[in-house]
């Protein structure tokens, strides 16, 4: 009886320590919450506004006023070559001017949102036309989200890049925040099932032992120590 009772007594001691164990993983599982910044992936780079306009000196004149918005500007000289760009990379806004060769700009915007990849970029038509309703309806039917008239105000283009820049900002910070809530879930289910088969190995054991302590001793009668 008594090397089953210092036996018991191990299983306990062993269960006492999975307990401590499993409460310090649990503690700092708790304090696992996203700060600023906190396993958020960082950009290498700023975000880029992809300028589209079949005239140099339009795509000169747009550069020289988005200098020092914070975004990296890329030139399309034509519709083609923007989707080109948008399959190699991610931009943030699309500037673009409406009349253009062999694509127009409303034939562009199409064929931008028809493609997973850059149906949520924002396009802001440049135009001569931004007072013809017709001409406005088309631009806002061929996925468009603003407007922009010629000759263009600079003050009022910088103002609109940069709401379409905290837009994209955020957007992204969520995106991240997202993965990274995901990522913590993960972990979080890893730990529920590391909790679960460690509390049930010892309590297994401990039954074991306290159902051979019962067997053997079962109709036996017992001193008063051994009750």
């Avoid at 320590?17 to 700023?46: N, W, Y």
């Avoid at 030139?75 to 083609?80: F, I, M, N, P």
């Avoid at 001569?128 to 631009?139: E, T, Y």
Wanted: aromatic letters at 6%; proline letters at 5%; one cysteine or more.
């Amino acid at each position: 009886l008594s090397r089953d009772r210092d036996k018991l007594a191990g299983q306990v001691a062993s269960l006492e320590k999975t307990v401590v164990e499993l409460k310090f993983k649990l503690d700092r599982a708790s304090r696992m919450t996203i700060q600023p910044g906190d396993g958020t992936p960082r950009r290498s780079c700023s975000p880029r506004v992809l300028l589209v306009d079949d005239r140099p000196e339009n795509l000169n004149a747009l550069d020289a006023l988005l200098e020092g918005c914070g975004a990296s500007t890329v030139r399309a000289t034509s519709g083609t070559e923007a989707l080109k760009r948008l399959l190699e990379e991610d931009f943030a806004l699309i500037l673009m001017g409406v009349r253009m060769p062999e694509m127009d700009g409303f034939e562009t915007a199409q064929l931008v949102h028809r493609r997973k990849r850059s149906r949520a970029t924002p396009i802001v038509f440049l135009t001569a036309h931004g007072d013809d309703p017709s001409s406005v309806l088309r631009g806002y039917e061929s996925g468009a989200v603003d407007y922009l008239p010629k000759p263009i105000v600079p003050e009022i283009l910088r103002a609109k890049v940069a709401f379409f820049l905290e837009l994209y900002e955020k957007g992204e910070l969520l995106r991240h925040q997202a993965e990274h809530l995901a990522s913590l879930n993960r972990e979080l289910e890893a730990f529920s099932s590391t909790v679960s088969h460690d509390l049930k190995a010892p309590l297994r054991a401990m039954r074991s032992w306290a159902q051979i302590v019962l067997d053997e001793y079962r109709g036996k009668t017992l001193d008063a120590e051994a009750e």
